[in-house]
């Protein structure tokens, strides 16, 4: 397949597995921080971390954007589904999300009006097809789906939609980077920067890191072949002494981004006054809600939403694996009170958390006694 | 007669309307000796051997997609769950669900694939029945199918005959079906030139059956793929399954829709596949023996049986490296066979 096989192909992998043996010193460990949930996704879908040497060691970081939704927004989600005449649209992944209250999907069993889309605007057509119900998106992720959120409510401005609405839970990247570099006894030395992210905001958006943190960051694309060979240039800036923002993701990613997306973002969303993380507690100016003009599409404004905070179980080890001072096998409910069908923590809700990447993908690669084999 | 153009409420009361659907389209389409008298009951002659019996739901949605429909996919599907228990498929009984307001047209074309497969497979449909349920409370049409073969030979085809060392087999690409229904029902607004893969599997499995004792367990890896097939077996055999990345053969297409999809073509499901375990010194005359049919023209060795980690499927990837294959958790392709 055009595109994809040249991203995997074996022979430039074992070069740059290769390049990054000759870059590490031996005894030397090197922390490397993926952010970006599809990053950690594809090391255990290629099972990468083989291809890397014992001084290499890979922190699976905050960017999945389903498993840093707090419970409690989940529980609005569900309580704006259970409301008479309501359709709730939203992502896949977010159905079997738990909240306080179960997960959407247990809410649809209920009886709720619970509906997959793949895209805002999806749910869009629906409003407008099923005119006598309210279509509310259930709306998640980072930069990255924020700009498609944007464009959702521009339309819904231009056609004047009266049954349509937003549950804006759009994140930012910077505020969790910053509080992960903030945490005392940090133990990350380098960050492979998200992809998709950079793509709406550019690559100057990480200078910070390098800059305030010293930290190097290479912003990379998802295939195997793009992650070994964004390590390697972090590496070479380690050995050459350099610490700055590097782009491997060239094919996609421009240093100052979509501009017409971050504007369709701006347009429509502002920053909100907090937001809590599951994992990282609450952060401040870390999501967007929707501006006063687009009011009539906004759902925290429509509807009353219990609006509750509830605290991640206390077993629960989630923020320091995000800080990368566990690794998620050394979390005491990992693979036993808290695995991918009953998730306790935010890691273990979808396939691009770290613990459910390496509960579904990797736990052998560990000794046994470390790493309980589930059911 | 049957003048009516929508299924309604009185097909399925038993009387009149009900007469004439069974006669003017279920016997018309299925007619043959055993279903004919309309008894209660087929009453059909012993079989010498040890009798498999099986029965499968199939409420795929659309009904109709590139490759086959609802009335094949429900012939062959139980035709299949009977050849890889090693048995020759003797008869096949059809449960209708149908949901008022059905075109008839649509339900006779239905019946009439189904008639097409089970002809081809040389086995009748030798008793049924129809049930019609008001508006909105079933999508269409539902069928559900059993089957009862013999096998004609004394082998244990069970996750305790498999060994360390086994080879494992896979009689062409995967994920063909699912993706080809996935693609049909539209809401993923993708194009491709993707077909299900529906067939009989029991001439491959027959096929098979020659290698004896080498032959250690078959299945044709259906709803959650060959990854939850082979996930089944390790742990019903407490062994592990290697696989080679490299070895697995997925369609361009397929392998494209899945890669915008994010879907793990392993996990897709097939309807014309077969996966065998064969004695590591016999897998060259099994592929032989696969490739020798249309059906298993692709036919590969995929990996072998090891004896640790019990009931773990691992697969060396393609650049080196290796990954459990673990049981799929959620659904996300519903409602595909």
Known sequence: ??????????????????????????????????????????????????????????????????????????????????????????????????????????????????????????????????????????????????????????RAGQDETPNFSVFCNHVLIEPPLRAILETPGLRVDAFVGPGHVSSVIGTDAYRFIPEEYGRPVVVSAFEPVDLLQSIAMLLRQRVEGRCEVENQYTRVVRRDGNERAVAAIAETMEPREDFEWRGLGVLPASALQVREPFAAFDAERLFALPGARIEDPKACRCGEVLTGQIKPWECGVFGTACTPERPLGTCMVSSEGACAAYFSYGRLRRPREEAPVGA | MLRDELVNLSHGAGGKATRDLVEALFLEELGNEALAPLGDSAVVAPADGRLALTTDCYVVRPLVFPGGDIGELAVNGTLNDLAVAG????????????????????????????????????????????????????????????????????????????????????????????????????????????????????????????????????????????????????????????????????RPPVHAACEILGIDPLYVANEGKLVAVVAADSAVDALAILRAHPLGADAVEIGVIEPEPEGMVLLDTSLGGSRIVDLLVGDPLPRIC
């Open chain 2, 87 to 250: 048995a020759r498929p003797l008869w096949l009984t059809a449960g209708f669900v149908l949901e008022e307001g059905l075109p008839i047209e649509l339900l006779r074309s239905v019946v009439r694939s189904m008639a097409a497969a089970a002809e081809r497979a040389g086995v009748p449909v030798a008793a049924g029945d129809t049930k019609v349920v008001e508006r909105g409370k079933a999508d269409g049409l539902y069928v559900t199918t059993a089957g009862v073969g013999v096998l004609d030979h004394d082998l244990q085809l069970v996750p305790g005959s498999v060994r360390p060392g086994d080879r494992v087999l896979l009689s062409g690409t995967l994920a063909d079906h699912g993706m080809a229904v996935m693609i049909a029902r539209g809401d993923l607004h993708l194009e491709g030139d993707v077909e299900s893969d529906t067939a009989p599997l029991h001439e491959l499995t027959a096929a098979l059956l020659g290698l004896g004792e080498a032959l250690r367990w078959m299945r044709d890896p259906t709803r959650g793929g060959l990854a939850t097939a082979l996930n089944e077996l390790a742990a019903q055999a407490s062994l592990a399954v290697r696989l080679e990345e490299s070895a697995l053969p997925v």
């Open chain 1, 1 to 154: 397949m055009r595109y994809v096989d040249e991203y995997r192909d074996p022979a430039l992998a074992r070069s740059l597995s290769a390049e990054i043996r000759s870059l590490v010193t031996p005894g030397e460990v090197v922390r490397v921080m993926e952010v970006c949930g599809g990053h950690t996704h594809a090391i255990y879908r290629h099972g990468l971390e083989e291809l890397l040497p014992d001084e290499l060691e890979l922190v699976h970081g905050p960017g999945c954007p389903v498993c840093v939704i707090p419970m409690g927004r989940v529980d609005d989600a569900i309580a704006i589904a259970e409301t008479e005449g309501v359709t709730l649209a939203t992502f896949g992944d977010m159905l079997r999300v738990p909240g306080g209250r179960g997960s959407l999907l247990e809410a649809k069993a209920r009886g709720a009006d619970v509906r997959m889309v793949y895209s805002p605007l999806d749910a869009l057509a629906l409003a407008a097809q099923e005119p006598d119900r309210h279509v509310c998106f259930f709306a998640i992720g980072f930069e990255t789906t924020a700009p498609a959120t944007a464009v959702t409510l521009l």
